[in-house]
């Protein structure tokens, strides 16, 4: 039978950012990530507003329709407040949810943060990114090459707060002893490739904290662009004692000693994130297409001069070798 073993959890503002609008949640078995969202602090009042209702909440039981429930609480809250208080219009947060019971994990995503799975030495990608460049890679309208460098990179299709209720992907994983499962805002993926996310964690494997700080780490040194936020935890044979967020249990993110990550009065200015609604996602679909149409055209049109250049230069050798014959 297995049972929740290590636990880690770390959040950095990165080098960039003047404040950190990422929370989590680390309450057995209970885990989330927020990434918030919105101008001046709203992004760092919805993603806490977000984290303060699965705490206040509590795990309970239930698996998908639990947590399905604690999301809607969650976007209840944030929806709410935005409605409320004008400094706060607009706001909201992605999320990301873990819970551990009888030897398996369910899950809720919404967003672009996302959860990993590690197991046997390989690591995969359970959650699927609410984000418009996400949508246009599906579509095979772009290429992941494209997408790493897309100007909309930070638009999202699907948020907490932005509306009364809000759609939420669940699904659930069968866990076996030695899983790792990661929570993880964009901070740390648009940083760090999975390649070296699983290489990190696998070099520590004997100290989650260690590990967590190594991702930190990487994301400052791969340019920091966004606040860090990675929650983690282990499934052992044997169960460890938990008590929330002790310091025994959960790193709770101070800036590794080495990191060079700005202060507030260094820091440039956030770039919000924003989300775009379906009819948004297929006018920018149809809009794709249509540029896609006109390079096509383009590329058509230079083909067919090319084309008859090299015809009229044939017919120009054809020409003189008929004159020179005559002759």
């Known amino acids: 039978m297995s049972s929740l073993g290590h636990v880690g959890a770390v959040t950095d503002p990165g080098r960039k ?3 950190n609008e990422d929370a989590y949640v680390v309450e057995p078995p209970l885990f989330a990530v927020a990434d918030g ?3 001046a602090q709203a ?17 309970d ?26 400094s706060a219009s607009g706001m909201g947060t992605t999320m990301t949810v873990a819970l551990v019971e009888n030897g398996q994990v369910a ?5 672009d943060s996302r959860a990993y799975l590690i197991r046997a030495g390989a690591m995969e990608q359970l959650t699927e990114d609410h984000s418009l460049v996400a949508e246009l890679m599906r579509s095979g309208k772009l290429s992941p090459e494209e997408a790493e460098s897309h100007p909309q990179r930070s638009v999202i299709t699907r948020a907490l707060g932005t509306d009364p209720d809000v759609d939420v992907d669940t699904f659930t994983i069968a866990a076996e002893i030695g899983d790792v499962f990661l929570l993880c805002s964009d901070g740390l993926t648009t940083m760090v490739s999975n390649g070296a996310i699983l290489e990190l964690v696998e070099s520590h494997r004997g100290d989650m904290n260690k590990a967590l700080r190594a991702l930190v ?3 400052n040194r791969g340019g920091g662009e966004d606040n860090i936020t990675v929650v983690a935890f ?14 025994e249990h ?9 990191e060079d990550t700005l202060t507030e009065a260094d820091a440039v200015p956030a770039v919000d994130t924003a989300v775009i609604s379906a009819e948004e996602i297929q006018a920018e679909l149809k809009a794709t297409e249509r540029r896609e149409r006109a390079v096509r055209r383009r590329h058509l049109r230079r083909r067919a001069l090319a084309w008859l250049a090299l015809i009229l230069i044939a017919a120009g050798i054809a020409l003189a070798l008929y004159l020179r014959f005559l002759r």
């Not at 039981?61 to 004008?86: F, K, M, T, W």
């Not at 899950?107 to 967003?111: A, C, E, L």
């Open 217 to 219: 780490q990487a994301a």
């Open 43 to 59: 992004g760092e009042v919805a993603s806490r507003l977000a984290a303060a209702a699965l705490k206040e909440s509590g795990a």
């Open 250 to 258: 959960v790193f709770a993110g101070e800036s590794p000693d080495d």
């Open 37 to 39: 969202m919105g101008g």
């Open 61 to 86: 039981e239930g698996g998908e329709q639990r947590i399905v429930a604690l999301i809607q609480e969650a976007n209840r809250r944030v929806y709410d407040r935005s409605n409320r208080d004008p």
């Open 107 to 111: 899950f809720g995503h919404v967003g």
């Open 17 to 19: 950012r003047r404040r």
């Open 234 to 247: 282990e499934i052992a044979a044997e169960p460890l004692a938990h008590d929330g967020e002790t310091r």
